[in-house]
């Protein structure tokens, strides 16, 4: 049962447009949401987070929004650069003590098309 | 040297082989992961480390066996694998003791083909 899910598998979005990917979860006890960037050939990169508590968390042209009742988040891009394009992966954290463990989603490749 | 360090950066074995995969953190983390990550999957926890104790083991087969000699150092061994195992194998580390959202520090990963 994958409990972290993003529906979409890629995205093209024009540069200088904004690029909207989203994030389903089935688990409440979820308590934090991570965004990760991955290049081809490297490990992901930590773009951004946000806690349970909060519904958005903004880091330059990056903002995450979190709306709890529907369990979704989504990572806007605005706006878009070409080097924005690359596999985006959601994550969660499950409450724990100790070692973080992290669940992620199968990812979205986002191409920013010139 | 800094971050998270994933070698070999390729691996070809046969079936047959014996070969290990090694991740070396300079971060100061006590904590440190092997993930697999397939073809349109998503990551799979393998193996979690935590003060050099395992403290879990998502029902991965025995073929992988993981050593962790250090906080800094952590080894996944691989023998008699198949062809299915074939994959990006990514390391990585954190703090541990939750410090909030900043999640981990990944290595480049291991591109593994199993012939």
């Known amino acids: 049962d994958q409990q972290v899910k993003q529906n979409s598998p890629s995205l093209s979005v024009q540069e200088g447009r904004i690029s909207i990917l989203n994030c389903d979860y089935t688990n409440s006890m979820f308590d934090y949401f991570l965004w990760y960037k991955k290049y081809p050939a490297e490990g992901p990169t930590f773009l951004i987070s946000?806690?349970?508590?909060?519904d958005k968390n903004e880091d330059g042209r990056f903002t995450v929004f979190l709306n709890k009742s529907a369990k979704h988040l989504s990572l806007h891009i605005v706006p878009s650069q070409p080097g924005d394009s690359a596999v985006y992966f959601c994550a969660a954290f499950f409450p724990n003590q100790g070692a973080q463990k992290l669940v992620f989603g199968q990812g979205t490749r986002l191409t920013i098309n010139p | 040297e800094t971050g998270v360090t994933q070698t070999p950066r390729h691996l070809v074995m046969g079936m047959t082989n014996k070969k290990s995969l090694k991740c070396e953190q300079h971060l100061g983390h006590n904590a440190m992961y092997w993930y697999k990550q397939s073809a349109k999957k998503p990551l799979e926890l393998m193996f979690v480390y935590s003060l050099e104790e395992r403290v879990e083991n998502n029902s991965v087969p025995s073929r992988f066996s993981p050593e962790c000699p250090n906080s800094s150092h952590l080894f996944l061994h691989l023998h008699t694998l198949q062809p299915e195992d074939s994959a990006l194998y990514l390391c990585?580390?954190?703090?541990?003791?939750?410090?909030?959202?900043?999640?981990?520090?990944f290595g480049s990963g291991t591109r593994l083909t199993v012939v």
């Open positions: 946000i806690s349970s508590i909060k």
């Open positions: 990585a580390s954190s703090q541990g003791e939750r410090t909030g959202g900043y999640g981990y520090t």
